[in-house]
Nanobody
């Protein structure tokens, strides 16, 4: 059974950093594009960053200078670090996996989703 389990969410003060981790199982992780989406309160889910099997990254332009994404195919994990967090980063962060036709930040392209982890940034 395909599974994505996120960890590392929580509460943090503005200006701080957070590292999210996702452990995958039940599918071909090393052959998949994996990454992170988020859902801000009252908004639709949006792509944050994804990374291909060859470590090619696609990061949302508005987050590019604050976000680092990495993967470890030996452990089937994908990590997301967000620096200089702001209250506007408060959201549920979801780990995703799939085989889109390109390194996409469109949610329709990802068939596997984790349950999400809450990140709350206070000012």
């Amino acid at each position: 059974q395909e599974q994505l389990v996120e960890s590392g969410g929580g509460s943090v003060q503005a200006g701080g950093s957070l590292r999210l981790s996702c452990a995958a199982s039940g599918f071909d992780f090393s052959g998949s594009i994996v990454g992170w989406f988020r859902q801000l309160p009252g908004k639709e889910r949006e792509g944050v960053a994804v990374i291909s099997a060859f470590n090619v990254r696609n990061i949302d332009d508005s987050l590019r200078d604050r976000v680092t994404i990495s993967r470890d195919n030996t452990k089937s994990t994908v990590n997301l670090q967000i620096d200089r967090l702001q209250p506007d980063d408060t959201a549920i962060y979801y780990c995703v996996a799939g085989r889109p036709p390109y390194i996409s930040l469109r949610r329709i392209h990802y068939e596997y989703w984790g349950q999400g982890t809450q990140v709350t940034v206070s000012s």
